[in-house]
Nanobody
Framework: QVHFVESGGGLVQPGGSLRLSCATS????????MGWYRQAPGKQRELVAR???????VYADAVKGRFTISRDNNKNTVYLQMNSVKPEDTAVYYC?????????WGQGIQVTVSS
């Protein structure tokens, strides 16, 4: 079954902004450690930003100060605000959440940073 649906990806110019959304199929409170990963062509999937068990946040060094993860429990949605994007941010972005000790993944959404 589908747990997460990502949206908001697309083409953006360097220096621009984009907001990704991840909507859960049920209540978001079912899932722990929700967050975002990304995978660029020829590279391994890597952490972008994620909530911890106690709802603090962790960020990859490459996105600190530019990306912000947030959530709206009423809308069962997690967001990734991407500012000052760079060509190296180009990747497929995946939403992730943990339930019962298992990570569940969205289908991924393409983000392309190019002029």
């Amino acid at each position: 079954q589908v747990h997460f649906v990502e949206s908001g990806g697309g083409l953006v110019q360097p220096g621009g902004s984009l907001r990704l959304s991840c909507a859960t199929s049920g209540t978001i409170l079912t899932f722990y450690r929700m967050g975002w990963y990304r995978q660029a062509p020829g590279k391994q999937r890597e952490l972008v930003a994620r909530f911890t068990f106690d709802y603090n946040t962790v960020y990859a060094d490459a996105v600190k100060g530019r990306f912000t993860i947030s959530r709206d429990n009423n809308k069962n949605t997690v967001y990734l605000q991407m500012n000052s994007v760079k060509p190296e941010d180009t990747a497929v972005y995946y939403c992730v959440g943990q339930m019962g000790g298992t990570d569940y993944w969205g289908q991924g959404i393409q983000v392309t940073v190019s002029s």
